[in-house]
């Protein structure tokens, strides 16, 4: 605590403001902000004379009949466009088709396999239906179900206790024919 001198609580008479530093700044800027605030509620002294008011207006009498609204003409039809698109492109698609490109990757197992290829070695059967083991050329066994894919254009398309058969896409002798039916029988051990 400070020693109290004679004069009261601090050695100077009366509120000084702060010397200097953050504080010095932050006083100065709130009294010219407070100067700023009183001129602009007074207003600025020697200004012009204020706008005068306009004189009020009489009140006019009430009219017996009200206007006779003139007749509003019809604007003439504007003729409706329709376009007309025989023989002609969609204007709304782009003139060059982006190329589409399919991301392949590698292929592995019955993907890389040819119908001709596989060999039936047999039949299972199971509640849901029949189930086909077949053989690839390098030994490894695959199992196959209906809809499976074999290659990129054959499709498992029934399996009996007899065989399998296959629906293949491509090209095929007859030309309104596209798809093709190949059938491997199961081989019976004698």
Same mark, same amino acid.
């Given at each position: 605590m400070r020693p109290r001198s004679s004069r009261g609580w601090g050695t100077r008479q009366g509120w000084v403001p702060p010397q200097g530093g953050v504080l010095g700044l932050r006083w100065m800027w709130t009294l010219v902000l407070c100067v700023m605030v009183s001129l602009g509620l007074t207003g600025c002294p020697g200004g012009g004379s204020p706008t005068p008011t306009p004189p009020p207006q009489p009140a006019q009498p009430a009219q017996a009949k009200p206007p006779v609204?003139?007749?509003?003409?019809?604007?003439?039809?504007? $003729?409706?466009?329709?376009?007309?698109?025989?023989?002609?492109?969609?204007?709304?698609r782009p003139l060059i088709e982006p190329r589409q490109v399919k991301k392949?990757? $590698? /292929?592995?197992? @019955?993907?890389?396999?040819?119908?001709?290829?596989?060999? @039936?070695?047999?039949?299972?059967? &199971? $509640?849901? =239906? +029949?189930?086909?083991?077949?053989?690839?050329?390098? =030994? /490894?066994?695959?199992? @196959? *179900?209906?809809?499976?894919?074999?290659? =990129?254009?054959?499709?498992?398309? /029934?399996?009996?206790? &007899?065989?399998?058969? +296959?629906?293949? /896409?491509? $090209?095929?002798?007859?030309?309104?024919?596209?798809? *093709?039916l190949v059938e491997l029988r199961l081989r019976k051990e004698e």
């Amino acid at each position: 605590m400070r020693p109290r001198s004679s004069r009261g609580w601090g050695t100077r008479q009366g509120w000084v403001p702060p010397q200097g530093g953050v504080l010095g700044l932050r006083w100065m800027w709130t009294l010219v902000l407070c100067v700023m605030v009183s001129l602009g509620l007074t207003g600025c002294p020697g200004g012009g004379s204020p706008t005068p008011t306009p004189p009020p207006q009489p009140a006019q009498p009430a009219q017996a009949k009200p206007p006779v609204p003139a007749p509003v003409t019809a604007a003439p039809a504007r $003729p409706t466009y329709v376009y007309d698109a025989r023989n002609r492109r969609d204007p709304f698609r782009p003139l060059i088709e982006p190329r589409q490109v399919k991301k392949v990757g $590698p /292929k592995i197992g @019955l993907a890389t396999l040819e119908v001709n290829e596989i060999k @039936l070695a047999g039949i299972i059967w &199971e $509640p849901r =239906g +029949f189930l086909a083991l077949v053989e690839a050329p390098d =030994g /490894k066994g695959y199992i @196959l *179900r209906v809809n499976d894919t074999v290659g =990129g254009d054959a499709r498992v398309a /029934k399996i009996t206790p &007899e065989g399998i058969t +296959f629906e293949v /896409k491509g $090209p095929t002798p007859l030309p309104q024919v596209r798809t *093709r039916l190949v059938e491997l029988r199961l081989r019976k051990e004698e």
